[in-house]
Nanobody, 125 residues
């Protein structure tokens, strides 16, 4: 069974950091572009960041540029999202999603057939 599983969420104070992980099982991540999405209560899901299969190309939403860094360790079949300088507006459930293409195609949810269950990130004092 092909699946991705997120971990690393939690409660953090404003200005703090968290690192999310996305682990794959049943397939190898290194053939596919992977993206992080998030959804806050009462809001639509939004794309946060995407990384190509090689790791050579990355995209970020304007709201997280300069604060979040996406990376991948294909040897560990794992993807990461390092989140620094967190703000209360970053509070959301964060999802990892795998595309079937090698390059990032944007943040249309229907382009990503494989989704994790999500991990909650709460930024609050």
């Amino acid at each position: 069974q092909l699946q991705v599983v997120e971990s690393g969420g939690g409660l953090v104070q404003p200005g703090g950091s968290l690192r999310l992980s996305c682990a794959a099982s049943g397939f190898t991540l290194d053939y596919y572009a992977i993206a992080w999405f998030r959804q806050a209560p009462g809001k639509e899901r939004e794309g946060v960041s995407c990384i190509s299969s090689s790791g050579g190309s990355t995209n970020y939403a304007d709201s997280v540029k300069g604060r979040f860094t996406i990376s991948r360790d294909n040897a560990k079949n794992t993807l990461y999202l390092q989140m620094n300088s967190l703000r209360p507006e970053d509070t959301a459930v964060y999802y990892c999603a795998a595309d079937l293409y090698r390059n990032c195609r944007g943040f249309r949810g229907y382009d990503y057939p494989y989704w994790g269950q999500g991990t909650q990130v709460t930024v609050s004092s």
